[in-house]
């Protein structure tokens, strides 16, 4: 599966959880590689920072032209899945992007200005599943303030898209700016927070889109604690 966290606007989580959704599946014991497609080169700065081996890679790719990057990774390098972290905001290179992607999850936080923005997010997708039919995408509330009104009402207000919401929601916690400036995931500074145990309610969710899934806000998906993790082996954030 190639999943892509694509959003209208800035600040709304895409790289962190790139990096962290991306770690949860390796864990799992699957081979993983991340794309980092956001010019500020984010997931490519915090893989420098780390200061040991990432159980996943992480690999800065010709933002024009990712889709054919990815399309020569399936014929040759075997990864089970590619998470690829897209631009701030929708640019040029998204069309490639989207191009590439099997599923785009679109993270939008409580917020007015990011339920706006995701009308022209929506728009772009759109026109690529025009020759693309397949192409599924789901919203992720992200950042929410745990049982918060405003929380509620952003799911109220992202219903009108008629675009699935995905039953699993990613709450604020401090782990996720505190992992990321010190180049950890948040499963390695703590693996029984209630932020890991959402990333892994979210993947679980996730992984059902390859047998057809579509969330309907029926089946609700509990935080878990974090499983046993695989053995890390190394890897490689190219310059």
Not at 79 to 93: E, G, K, L, N
């Amino acid at each position: 599966m190639i999943l892509s966290f694509l959003s209208g606007k800035g600040g709304t989580g895409k790289t962190t959880l790139s990096i962290n959704i991306a770690d949860t599946l390796a864990r799992r014991g699957k081979s993983v590689v991340l794309i980092d497609g956001d010019p500020q080169g984010s997931a490519r700065d915090w893989a420098v920072t780390r200061q040991r081996p990432c159980r996943f890679n992480t690999l800065r790719l010709p933002l024009n032209s990712v889709h054919t990057e990815v399309d020569r990774f399936r014929r040759g390098i075997a990864f089970d899945y590619i998470i690829i972290d897209s631009p701030p905001r929708m640019a040029d290179q998204t069309r490639s992007i989207l191009i590439a992607s099997d599923l785009v999850v679109m993270p939008v936080s409580p917020s007015a200005f990011d339920v706006w923005a995701v009308q022209k997010t929506i728009q772009q997708v759109n026109a690529i599943r025009q020759f693309k039919a397949n192409l599924r995408m789901a919203f992720l509330v992200n950042r929410r303030m745990a049982d918060s009104a405003i929380g509620r009402a952003v799911v109220k207000a992202l219903a009108q898209f008629e675009i699935p919401i995905l039953d699993s929601v990613i709450n604020e916690h401090a782990i996720f700016s505190e992992s990321a400036a010190t180049g950890l995931t948040v499963f390695e500074m703590d693996p029984r927070s209630p932020a890991c145990a959402e990333l892994q309610a979210v993947t679980d969710e996730l992984l059902l889109f390859d047998s057809g899934y579509r969330p309907g806000r029926q089946t609700r998906f509990v935080a878990r604690a974090a499983a046993p993790s695989q053995p890390a082996g190394a890897a490689t954030a190219s310059p």
